[in-house]
């Protein structure tokens, strides 16, 4: 019980933070001006020129995932299951490795992590049909599953279409997603302070969370959907709060007309110092008005 929790509280503390990093550098990537168009990225390095820090989230991400990856044999009742959760882990261990050593192409990056993520979607699936309604488990792991799901979809669209700002955002809000949800499983189903009320953990059988009345569990499956449309809400009002931040910083904000966006993606700066705007009005020929006949 206990190691089930430190999982899910490791997820949590890797996928969060993980997931708000990507998500403010792809937004700054986006509006930064540029001569070249935007396009996603799988991995966003530090803003530090020169510096052994720059890949510092791609080595915190490869920790994260061997410690997933040793832990998760050790966390499911049989070893099929077991396999089905470590495989796609093992596949973004690997991805990390090449990115640190030698980047892939782009899309082959989003390819492979889309294939990673529906592998997950689908091992949390089966999980969630191993147990039986009672069972907390089987909703939370399929709620998890649509989360993997979207992942997948959202890496899909970048490997096609990389310059969809978009599938980048709602891949980098679907990985915080994932952490919050982490953390709210492990609360909900192995902390006996926030397990719902009628529900309890079984001592014959670890690992599970049940209720045993049908009034109880329909009340923590209630919970269950308020805790996720609440945790969606904080991930969306989130990102739409870091678009206006990034885009005050880099001054591009609604309205304020000091950049502008062409369709090939790059910014064209306009003047606003008072010496810039003195130059272009005596570079623009002036054209004398006639008079009307109530002037005369």
């Known amino acids: 019980m206990a190691l089930l929790l430190l999982y899910h509280l490791l997820s949590f503390l890797y996928l969060f933070p993980y997931g708000l990093y990507h998500l403010i550098s792809s937004i700054r990537s986006y509006l930064i001006p ?38 998760s044999p050790f966390l499911f009742p049989s070893f099929l299951l077991s396999l089905q959760f470590t495989f796609p882990l093992l596949l973004f261990t690997l991805l990390s490795i090449f990115l640190l050593l030698s980047p892939p ?45 979207v992942s997948a979809l959202s890496s899909l669209t970048l490997a096609i279409s990389p310059r969809l700002f978009l599938a980048e955002l709602t891949l980098a809000s679907s990985i915080s997603l994932h952490g919050l949800w982490s953390l709210q499983s ?13 529900c309890h953990t079984l001592l014959e059988k670890s690992g599970v969370t049940r209720c045993d009345l049908d009034q109880s569990r329909a009340r923590a499956v209630e919970i269950f959907d308020l805790a996720f449309v609440f945790h969606a809400t904080v991930v969306a009002v989130i990102a739409v709060a870091a678009y206006g931040v990034v885009a005050r910083v880099q001054g591009v904000s609604a309205g304020n007309g000091n950049a502008r966006r062409h369709n090939s993606g790059a910014y064209e700066v306009l003047p606003t110092s008072s010496a810039a705007v003195d130059d272009l009005e005596h570079h623009v020929p002036m054209k004398a008005m006639p008079k009307t006949t109530a002037q005369e």
């Open 34 to 71: 540029s001569p070249s168009p935007y396009k996603a990225l799988p991995f966003h390095p530090l803003p530090f020129p020169s510096s052994p820090f720059r890949s510092l989230p791609l080595h915190f991400s490869l920790v994260c995932l061997l410690l997933s990856c040793l832990l």
């Open 105 to 149: 192409p782009s899309d082959l990056v989003f390819l492979l992590a889309s294939l990673s993520f529906y592998l997950l979607s689908l091992a949390s699936s089966n999980s969630s049909s191993s147990f039986p309604t009672t069972d907390l488990q089987s909703k939370s792991l399929s709620l998890s599953s649509l989360i993997s799901l």
């Open 186 to 198: 492990g609360l909900s189903l192995y902390s006996d302070s926030f397990i719902p009320n009628g």
